[in-house]
């Protein structure tokens, strides 16, 4: 089965600098797009930014200029976060469109997610 699996969270002080990276495995035919999401305590899942195919990138305005997302392989995606606040603090998860075979259509996977504590 199609895996995603997050990695670099952690514990960083405000206006610090921390990179997250999210690596799909499985069976993969086609990645149309991978994004990070994040949900803080008592409140709603949230996009922060998505990758296409093509490489079109798209962010949320909380943190746009502040974050970058990139694809490092085919397979691969970081989130490299710089001027952290505290309201960036939540469990970041992984999400990608894929298809997993030949003619399977179109998935939805999301990752198990990594926090990310930023203090104060």
């Known amino acids: 089965q199609v895996q995603l699996v997050e990695s670099g969270g952690g514990l960083v002080q405000a206006g610090g600098s921390l990179r997250l990276s999210c690596a799909a495995s499985?069976?993969?035919?086609?990645?149309?797009?991978m994004a990070w999401y994040r949900q803080a305590p008592g409140k709603q899942r949230e996009p922060v930014a998505v990758i296409s195919s093509g490489g079109t990138t798209v962010y949320a305005a909380s943190v746009k200029g502040r974050f970058t997302i990139s694809r490092v392989d085919a397979m691969t995606v970081d989130l490299q976060m710089n001027s952290l606040k505290p309201e960036d603090t939540a469990v970041y998860f992984c999400?990608?469109?894929?298809?997993?075979?030949?003619?399977?259509?179109?998935?939805?996977?999301w990752g198990q997610g990594t926090q990310v504590t930023v203090s104060s």
């Open positions: 499985g069976s993969i035919v086609s990645i149309i797009t």
């Open positions: 999400h990608s469109r894929l298809s997993p075979a030949y003619n399977a259509g179109w998935e939805e996977y």
